[in-house]
């Protein structure tokens, strides 16, 4: 599909009626209209959430390139945290784009240690392609998987009361991210998270970029953000990150947070340039610090609006000075001993 100016998704390819009012997702009515081996499909299904949302999702496709692979063993992902509803903790879900894809030992250490701790509910999704519907079923302490096929029961989707407004979607911007994820055989696996974030979710929910472990034996957790530094010589972390990493070291894995350093504050440089144009590579850095609650300091006012997963308010945040933070690496560089640094210090 041709990227332009002006927002048009062709719902037409998708046998759905074009839709005036752009508080409702199109795609959770009609999964079974949609082509998944089909890239322009997936494109239009990516072009209905913010292009910052997306852009992230480059962001973390690059740091499981420069930074986990080669570097952290062993490492998961694709654990999610939903509110729980006013319940203390988290429901779990680890969610599984494609159910031939086995579970690793830190995958069942996870799975087995959340059932054990202040989580509601532990469960696994797995989408069901032949159907084109997510299935669901609760993990058993103990149980070990040879595969998903046949497990669960299917997940109802309906539509959430919002998605992003037109403004906050770029169709250039988001056109960039997808090229990007395209390229690395990410599309599809990026569109099937979104339908199920945005028709089975549709509430709060964050999801943890990467899980490791140290030498020693104690799992950590990563979470990776591309950010510019305030004004006041800190980066912004927003009070539902905050909640999540609180939690999480609260039930003893700590949590290291890495910044991929934007070199220049320019609209007209998007966050795509600054992976792929050599001349912002060159300037870009990894930053780390680990998320420690004392290391937080106020912030006077809410942070914009579109920082908001639905651009409509300015959300909470506390500032993270930046002498918290250490150097990582280049975007790129080679021999860093990257896990010696990220885990320093963090014992079982």
């Given at each position: 599909m041709a990227v332009n100016d002006s927002y048009s998704v062709n719902f037409t390819n998708f046998g759905v009626k074009p839709i005036l009012s752009m508080s409702y997702h199109p795609f959770c009515d009609h999964p079974h209209t949609i082509d998944f081996d089909n890239?322009?499909?997936l494109r239009e299904i990516l072009l209905l959430d913010k292009h910052t949302r997306i852009e992230g999702l480059c962001s973390e496709a690059v740091f499981w390139e420069d930074v986990v692979e080669g570097h952290l063993h062993p490492v998961t992902s694709d654990f999610w945290?939903?509110?729980?509803?006013?319940?203390?903790?988290?429901?779990?879900v680890r969610i599984v784009p494609d159910p031939e894809k086995s579970f690793n030992d830190l995958d069942y250490q996870l799975l087995d240690g959340f059932t054990t701790r202040h989580t509601p509910?532990?469960?696994?999704?797995?989408?069901?392609?032949?159907?084109?519907?997510?299935?669901?079923?609760?993990?058993?302490?103990?149980?070990?998987?040879?595969?998903?096929?046949?497990?669960?029961?299917?997940?109802?989707?309906h539509a959430p009361e919002e998605i992003?407004?037109?403004?906050?979607?770029?169709?250039?911007?988001?056109?960039?991210?997808?090229?990007?994820?395209?390229?690395?055989?990410?599309?599809?696996?990026?569109?099937?998270k979104r339908i199920f974030a945005n028709c089975c979710i549709g509430g709060a929910v964050w999801d943890v970029d990467a899980f490791t472990r140290t030498d020693t034996g104690k799992v950590v957790a990563l979470e990776v953000k591309q950010k510019y530094p305030t004004n006041f010589d800190s980066f912004g972390l927003n009070r539902g990150q905050?909640?999540?990493?609180?939690?999480?070291?609260?039930?003893?894995?700590?949590?290291?947070?890495?910044?991929?350093?934007?070199?220049?504050e320019d609209i007209d440089v998007h966050a795509i340039d600054l992976l792929t144009q050599e001349q912002w590579r060159s300037q870009t850095k990894w930053w780390f610090t680990r998320f420690v609650p004392e290391n937080l300091r106020p912030a006077a006012e809410p942070a914009p609006k579109y920082t908001d997963i639905f651009g409509r308010k300015g959300l909470n945040y506390d500032h993270i000075p930046l002498d918290k933070f250490a150097e990582l690496?280049?975007?790129?560089?080679?021999?860093?001993?990257?896990?010696?640094?990220l885990l320093a210090g963090i014992t079982a």
């Open positions: 890239p322009s499909q945290f939903v509110a729980a509803n006013g319940r203390p903790g988290y429901n779990v509910s532990i469960s696994i999704v797995w989408f069901d392609e032949a159907n084109r519907e997510f299935r669901k079923f609760a993990h058993i302490r103990g149980q070990r998987y040879h595969g998903l096929h046949g497990l669960g029961e299917p997940i109802p989707l992003a407004d037109i403004e906050d979607r770029n169709p250039v911007r988001i056109g960039k991210a997808c090229d990007f994820l395209e390229q690395r055989g990410l599309l599809k696996d990026a569109a099937i905050q909640r999540l990493f609180r939690f999480l070291t609260g039930i003893g894995l700590p949590v290291v947070h890495v910044v991929l350093w934007k070199p220049v690496k280049g975007l790129g560089e080679t021999g860093v001993d990257v896990k010696g640094m």
